[in-house]
Nanobody, 119 residues
Framework: VQLQASGGGLVQTGGSLRLSCAAS????????MGWYRQAPGKERELVAV????????YYADSMKGRFTISRDNNKNTLYLQMNSLKSEDTAVYYC?????????????WGQGTQVTVSS
């Protein structure tokens, strides 16, 4: 199983980024997926999760209304559209896979992509 995250970078406050996570070695369409992040000196935290068919999503409170998680099962790819970025969104962002159709626990992590929001 490989989860290859990309799309991170340096952006100014208020800007946008779209992260992608390309999955291989899995039957992508049957697994719940999610994005997590870890800021320096902090624990890893949930950003958003999505069920296998994409019909249901969940966001951490601080991301609601600014971030959108989506997936394209034909391309085996997970996305995270991030708008209205704030300095506190600076972190390494990880995509993650669940063995079930919803995200109950993570069995594989991607390698992470750095997002830096400057003021």
């Amino acid at each position: 199983v490989q989860l290859q995250a990309s799309g991170g970078g340096l952006v100014q406050t208020g800007g946008s980024l779209r992260l992608s996570c390309a999955a291989s070695g899995v039957i992508f369409s049957i697994n719940g997926m999610g994005w997590y992040r870890q800021a320096p000196g902090k624990e890893r935290e949930l950003v958003a999760v999505i069920i296998s068919n994409g019909d249901s999503t969940y966001y951490a409170d601080s991301m609601k209304g600014r971030f959108t998680i989506s997936r394209d099962n034909n391309k085996n790819t997970l996305y995270l559209q991030m708008n209205s970025l704030k300095s506190e969104d600076t972190a390494v962002y990880y995509c993650a896979k669940s063995p079930n159709y919803y995200m109950d626990y993570v069995d594989y992590w991607g390698q992470g992509t750095q997002v830096t929001v400057s003021s």
